[in-house]
């Protein structure tokens, strides 16, 4: 059955290949990207199947722009949406200052999935949907400090790319929990090492060619992708868990935080996105 889902930074990488491959078993996919050249590239690709295509241009740096695009997405598809993935993500070299004066990736990487979820639950409890959020095993090197959020200390990007990472899985356990009476599941996935060009934007060439080296390696794009298809497709027994790599349950870093940390990384989230509300 055909299924709407909404993708975040679907326009290159492991979004890129969840559009296509979604499309290709056409489903009607709402693809949020910033860059519309790379929007129109997207299009074009889909070929046959981009009369199910929707694309909206959004900029993650300005939550305000992000809460309007995702207004209208409310209003467009108000019969409900199956399916949000939250995959788009941000890693600059330099600690940088979103439009909202939020630590960039902070803001980005967790800040906005976080937001999109909210808006979107009454959607989602429709079609009975899930959210999938990109994680990584990164987040198993990540420290939490409730003092420092946005990791104003010391900053380093793999500190600060590690740490939202950990956020994602906080907040995928949390929402589960704030939303347990709504028939809408969150899940993370960490898609392994993936070649990517992630890190090749917005930082040194130094980093981007330590980044280019790393991931050569790395599985492609369209075979990471594989675990979200999984779950959205029902092939994965997810019973309770909520992590998952190469279409199984994965071990999170429970250790890494407390059920008190949830909640102050909840709280505080929530202060951030008020304080940058117009309403």
């Known amino acids: 059955m055909s299924k709407s889902i909404v993708v975040t930074g679907a326009t290159s990488g492991v979004g890129k290949a969840l559009c296509l491959a979604l499309l290709q078993a056409n489903n009607e996919v709402i693809a949020l990207g910033r860059n519309p050249q790379k929007l ?84 989602l409890e429709k079609k009975e949907g899930i959210i999938i959020t990109t994680s990584s095993n990164a987040h198993k090197k990540a420290k939490f400090d409730a003092n420092d959020l946005e990791v ?71 075979e990471a992708s594989q675990t979200f298809i999984d779950i959205i497709n029902k092939k994965i027994t997810t019973n309770d868990a909520i992590y998952f790599y190469q279409s199984s349950n994965h071990d999170y870093a429970a250790e890494k935080f407390s059920y008190q940390d949830r909640e102050m990384l909840w709280d505080y989230s929530l202060y951030k996105i008020k304080e940058n509300s117009a309403e």
């Open 40 to 123: 129109n590239a997207l299009e074009h690709e889909a070929g046959d199947y981009k009369q199910n295509l929707h694309l909206y241009r959004a900029d993650f740096n300005d939550l305000s722009n992000v809460r309007s695009v995702t207004n209208t997405i409310i209003e467009t598809f108000d019969s409900g949406i199956d399916v949000l993935i939250n995959n788009a993500a941000t890693v600059p070299k330099k600690r940088t200052l979103s439009q909202d004066n939020i630590e960039m990736q902070f803001q980005v990487n967790h800040l906005v999935p976080f937001m999109m979820s909210d808006m979107l639950v009454s959607l």
């Open 152 to 222: 104003e200390k010391k900053y380093h990007v793999l500190r600060a790319y590690a740490r939202t990472k950990l956020y994602n899985i906080m907040f995928t356990l949390s929402f589960n929990e704030y939303h347990k009476s709504k028939n809408v599941k969150a899940y993370a996935v960490h898609p392994g090492v993936v070649n990517t060009s992630i890190g090749t934007k917005d930082t040194s060439k130094l980093y981007a060619f330590l980044w280019r080296w790393y991931t050569k390696r790395g599985i492609s794009p369209k």
